[in-house]
């Protein structure tokens, strides 16, 4: 899935026989469903808009997807702990994403920061997906 007509059209041409879709997941009324839902550098330029409605729109997409996703979602960004910054690009708050995440999605977020670039990457489980992974009944009590 993409927004823009040129990203399906190069990845058709790339891949023929793929299966793309080109919408805006946040007003996609489908109820499609998928393992995962990854979004990688999409949160990264402000597309003409300002900050905050920027930072809206990233979370309305956060929620669609995770409504999407039966396991997990991961989706990486640029983040405000960095030596430099550019026009036009966005920059958040890992701890404010994480927050936000845990608040409104699942309690089951896990954080990579280690990596050399500016950038971050979120994972954020479904409770059914940790639960699958931790069967003993030692953690039961963590998924009530």
Not at 38 to 66: P, Q
Not at 70 to 78: E, H
Not at 93 to 103: N, R
Request: with cysteine; glycine share 2%; hydrophobic share 40%.
């Amino acid at each position: 899935t993409d927004i823009v007509p040129e990203m399906i059209a190069h990845s058709k041409q790339k891949f023929p026989g793929i299966a793309l879709y080109q919408r805006d997941l946040v007003n996609d009324s489908s109820s499609e469903k998928y393992d995962f839902v990854v979004l990688s550098g999409t949160l990264n330029l402000l597309c003409g808009l300002d900050r905050k409605d920027w930072e809206k729109y990233a979370h309305l997409l956060l929620i669609r997807m995770f409504e999407m996703a039966q396991r997990a979602i991961s989706f990486n960004f640029l983040t405000t702990y960095n030596t430099f910054t550019a026009p036009g690009l966005c920059y958040f708050d890992p701890k404010a994403l994480f927050d936000f995440c845990q608040k409104k999605l699942s309690r089951f977020v896990w954080l990579d920061h280690a990596y050399p670039l500016y950038e971050a990457t979120i994972a954020v489980f479904q409770p059914p997906e940790l639960k699958s992974r931790y069967p003993d009944a030692a953690f039961r009590k963590y998924f009530q």
